[in-house]
């Protein structure tokens, strides 16, 4: 059974940054893209980043490129968003995210194309 926890959210004042971890268990990380998205209430769920399986690809929304890095550690199952010069927009809920499929070519960036979530942390940017 795929099990997928995030953690590493919380309050910070605007312009520092905050660094997101994602474990994936249950199956071989390193086959599957990942992804990081963000919804805030009464919104739908929202590309942030995501990565290839092989690690060698990112893909960013508008909104953070520049700002936000997703990298991936294959021996530690892990995923990582570092977000820095936050802003109070990017206050939402992270829930990180990984495909079904193996070895697809690019991550998807919409939440259909992701099969297995966690709960979700919280990010609060406020001073």
């Known amino acids: 059974q795929v099990q997928v926890v995030e953690s590493g959210g919380g309050l910070v004042q605007p312009g520092t940054s905050l660094r997101l971890s994602c474990v994936v268990s249950?199956?071989?990380?390193?086959?599957?893209?990942t992804a990081w998205f963000r919804q805030t209430p009464g919104n739908e769920r929202e590309f942030v980043a995501a990565?290839?399986?092989?690690?060698?690809?990112?893909y960013y929304a508008n909104s953070v490129r520049g700002r936000f890095t997703i990298s991936k550690d294959n021996a530690k199952d892990k995923v990582y968003l570092q977000m820095n010069s936050l802003k109070p927009e990017d206050t939402a809920v992270y829930y990180c995210?990984?495909?079904?499929?193996?070895?697809?070519?690019?991550?998807?960036?919409?939440?259909?194309?992701?099969?297995?979530w966690g709960q979700g942390t919280q990010v609060t940017v406020s001073s």
């Open positions: 990565i290839k399986w092989s690690g060698n690809a990112e």
């Open positions: 249950g199956r071989t990380f390193s086959s599957y893209n």
């Open positions: 995210a990984t495909e079904s499929s193996r070895y697809r070519s690019s991550p998807g960036q919409t939440p259909v194309d992701y099969d297995y």
